[in-house]
């Protein structure tokens, strides 16, 4: 029996390589998470009372695309916050969660060649795993580009030579930034675009922590397509209600776009796609409609925020991260810090290393962890006065 050669090289994906890190070690005090970012604050209390409402709706079977209610709550969103009126038939859909939109989108939209080439798909380094194995899966070649200190910790896309640019097909952008919290600015989307546009790439946008942040919300880059008079299908954004909303296991996606983006996203998941559930998705367009928990939400990061700051005061390196829920802190080498963090303190932490790719020798996550504020604010003081003991 024979088996595709396209994953083989893949690294085990960042959790279990943790498991395996640290589980055959002793914790040295309370076990404290802080390594995946799994939202821990409360969601709206209303959200499981609208599920049990559309109880009967477990026994159809779901709307693939979204129902007209959660198609029209999600354009409503979108024109409340990007200012860029969407229409619910032809330019919003359902996802069952980003992860799965980010993953089909290349399925659905990258060509087999670009200008008679193997076609290259752009991707942040550090990066979300998923644009990896969505770029593979599409037999395309994925083009690590460093996101690092020297670049505003976003990747310079601009900078890599022609010819690759004119076989890119996707260049998969992500921000605010997992995991450095940085936020591309109007000039970077509109450098952004205009390159995509002169060497006729899509954006994916993947803006899932865009309502969390420190003091002004990050410019989308559907506002500055339309700004700038660019193709309704130049730019396909991603969100969702996991960070906005703190509802993870809801599943609740939304993909925007073109009218043929959208298309033939709707054509491949009529196939292959897995439907939010009818009774999740009444609830969904209740979640996309209410901004008062999304406010409150992001205050409480916004505590946290500020707790991070007064701990790490004065730390050589440390950035304030401008949005999101992470802190990506400076270290020698992230696996052994992780370990000793393990075995000092019980705190774990997930290596920079482990979210990134090498490259030429260098992997420009090596020198840094990623620590998630997902936990009560005191909780949080906590556990960033004992990391900080432990390591500096």
Same mark, same amino acid.
């Given at each position: @029996?024979?088996?595709? $050669?396209?994953?083989? /090289?893949?690294?085990? =994906?960042?959790?279990?390589?943790?498991?395996?890190?640290?589980?055959h070690h002793t914790p040295g005090g309370d076990v404290v998470h802080m390594t995946i970012g799994e939202p821990k604050h409360a969601f709206p209390a209303w959200v499981t009372e609208v599920i049990a409402e559309n109880a009967a709706g477990f026994n159809q079977y779901p709307n693939n695309d979204g129902t007209p209610d959660l198609r029209g709550a999600m354009a409503d969103w979108v024109q409340r916050r990007y200012g860029v009126a969407m229409d619910p038939e032809s330019q919003? @859909?359902?996802? /069952?969660?980003?992860?799965?939109?980010? =993953? /089909?989108?290349? @399925?659905?939209?990258?060509?087999?060649?670009?200008?008679?080439?193997?076609?290259?798909? %752009?991707?942040?380094?550090?990066? =979300?795993?998923?644009y990896m194995v969505a770029t593979l899966s599409v037999a395309a070649e994925p083009v690590f580009v460093p996101a690092t200190a020297a670049t505003g910790h976003l990747?310079?896309?601009?900078?890599?030579?022609?010819?690759?640019?004119?076989?890119?097909?996707?260049? =998969?952008?992500?921000?605010?930034?997992?995991?450095?919290g940085a936020v591309a600015s109007r000039d970077y989307w509109t450098r952004l675009i205009r390159l995509a546009e002169k060497h006729d790439f899509r954006i994916f946008a993947d803006e899932c922590y865009s309502e969390i942040y420190r003091d002004a919300a990050p410019t989308g880059a559907l506002s500055v397509a339309q700004e700038l008079g660019a193709d309704p299908e130049r730019v396909v954004l991603f969100n969702s209600l996991s960070k906005r909303s703190n509802l993870p296991g809801l599943r609740a996606g939304l993909i925007a776009g073109g009218p043929e983006t959208i298309r033939r996203v709707k054509q491949l998941r009529a196939y292959s796609?897995?439907?939010?559930?009818?009774?999740?998705q009444a609830a969904a367009a209740k979640v996309w409609a209410d901004e008062a928990h999304v406010a409150e939400n992001r205050a409480l990061y916004q505590q946290k925020y500020a707790i991070a700051d007064e701990v790490f005061a004065g730390l050589e390196g440390y950035m304030p991260p401008e949005a999101g829920f992470f802190l990506w802190l400076p270290v020698e080498n992230g696996e052994?810090?992780?370990?000793?963090?393990?075995?000092?303190?019980?705190?774990?932490? %997930?290596?920079?290393?482990y979210l990134a790719q090498g490259g030429a020798g260098e992997n420009p996550g090596e020198g840094y962890i990623r620590v998630a504020?997902?936990?009560?604010? $005191?909780?949080?003081r906590k556990a960033l006065v004992a990391l900080r003991d432990c390591l500096y």
């Open positions: @029996m024979t088996f595709p $050669e396209r994953f083989s /090289n893949l690294p085990a =994906y960042a959790f279990p390589r943790l498991r395996a890190l640290l589980d919003v @859909m359902a996802l /069952n969660g980003t992860r799965e939109g980010l =993953y /089909n989108a290349a @399925m659905a939209l990258c060509p087999e060649q670009k200008n008679g080439q193997r076609p290259a798909v %752009l991707i942040p380094n550090p990066f =979300y795993q998923v990747p310079d896309y601009e900078s890599l030579p022609a010819d690759v640019l004119d076989r890119t097909a996707v260049a =998969y952008i992500c921000s605010p930034a997992n995991p450095q796609g897995a439907p939010l559930p009818g009774p999740l052994q810090v992780a370990l000793k963090l393990w075995q000092e303190t019980g705190i774990r932490v %997930l290596p920079g290393a504020l997902v936990a009560p604010a $005191e909780d949080t």
